[in-house]
């Protein structure tokens, strides 16, 4: 292990703030400086993890402080042009940028490349692949403890979910326990009748997707759809030996139950607990720092995978948008979603523009 101590910084003064813990719980980071564009978000940003240093101009900081790390931790909109930024003209080792990784596939793969040439690490911030239940669940389908893996069902996660919110979260998850399959296809659909954003970021009212992966496994995707069943937050993984049944939040308390082949009942393989989801914020991270250092050859949350998960969100868009079957990678290099609305094809029949993220609100 190298004993070099990396600088990083953070731009982003609301999830940058899970970032700045985990840079002070690393024995491999110093917290360096931090930037917001508002005032008081910085203050407060900077006095609650004592960072001296505080800017609200992002180049700024990157050209006084020269990090090794960056956390770009702004919404989605920006994160293309801030990527591209750190990487083509300050260099730094790594870049971890928050999720969803871009607006559009256009932009996924312009940070994808400005980072190759450059030679800078790219990672995209979907913290749960550190969860400890996700590993369990990868490990126990890698094993083969329900055979073949046929298909996968992941039910509605809260409510005003989002795609490009919640929905990239869940998507990234599946993918990591299924061991990070290729997507071949989309067939889905979205409705957006309520003029709903997230992050100043047009956003749907609820989609449904079916999405097949290399090795025929299938996908059945909800996202803000009503529950059924056993309610929220339940993901189901059938395989030709068995079932797994992954109960609850990935941000709360859940299990992991098992029915085996020839089994009488469920059986539960592990358990738990909301601790687990700030504690994968400083594991994601410290192997960050790690794999920045050369420690590590590889890191889970590496955006050549993330791009996976942002061509899967940009072909259900782009289904939607075509009523077709879309293979993947799409062609379109813009948002769908945006596209739609550009067309008109999605009517607002519910006035009223209103955040998800900003505001509890009511759409008349």
């Given at each position: ?100 990784m871009a607006s559009s596939t256009g932009e ?257």
């Open positions: 292990m190298s004993t070099e101590r990396l600088r990083a910084v953070v731009v982003g003064g609301h999830i940058g703030r899970s970032h700045a813990h985990g840079y002070i719980e690393s024995d491999r980071t110093d917290l360096v400086a931090v930037c917001d564009l508002d005032p008081m978000t910085l203050d407060a940003f900077g006095d609650e993890f004592d960072v001296e240093q505080r800017y609200s101009d992002y180049e700024t900081m990157l050209r006084e402080e020269r990090p090794d790390i960056v956390s770009i931790g702004t919404p989605q909109q920006a994160h293309a042009a801030m990527t591209t930024l750190a990487a083509t003209r300050y260099q730094p080792r790594a870049i971890i940028c928050e999720k969803p996924g793969y312009a940070m994808l490349a400005a980072c190759r040439a450059n030679n800078v690490k790219l990672a995209i911030g979907h913290q749960g692949r550190f969860l400890s239940l996700h590993e369990r669940v990868r490990e126990l389908l890698a094993e083969g403890a329900i055979g073949r893996v046929l298909t996968v069902h992941a039910g509605p996660q809260k409510p005003d979910a989002g795609l490009m919110n919640i929905g990239t979260h869940n998507l990234n998850y599946l993918h990591y326990m299924l061991g990070d399959p290729i997507p071949q296809w989309v067939l889905a659909n979205v409705q957006r009748t309520t003029d709903r954003y997230e992050r100043s970021w047009p956003a749907e009212d609820l989609a449904g997707a079916i999405i097949e992966f290399e090795g025929g496994i299938r996908l059945c995707l909800e996202s803000d759809l009503p529950p059924a069943g056993m309610g929220r937050n339940v993901r189901t993984f059938v395989g030709t030996e068995g079932m797994i049944l992954l109960d609850g939040s990935f941000a709360g308390n859940h299990d992991i139950k098992l029915l085996r082949s020839g089994a009488s009942g469920w059986e539960t393989v592990a358990y738990g607990d909301s601790t687990d989801f700030a504690q994968a914020r400083a594991r994601e991270l410290d192997a960050l720092a790690a794999w920045a250092s050369g420690d590590a050859d590889e890191h889970r949350e590496d955006a050549n995978l993330a791009i996976h998960t942002l061509e899967i969100l940009m072909g259900i868009y782009e289904s939607a948008r075509t009523h077709t079957l879309v293979h993947l990678p799409i062609a379109t290099q813009c948002s769908p979603l945006q596209q739609m609305l550009t067309d008109g094809d999605l009517s607002v029949e519910h006035p009223g523009r209103y955040d998800i993220r900003h505001i509890a609100a009511t759409p008349e």
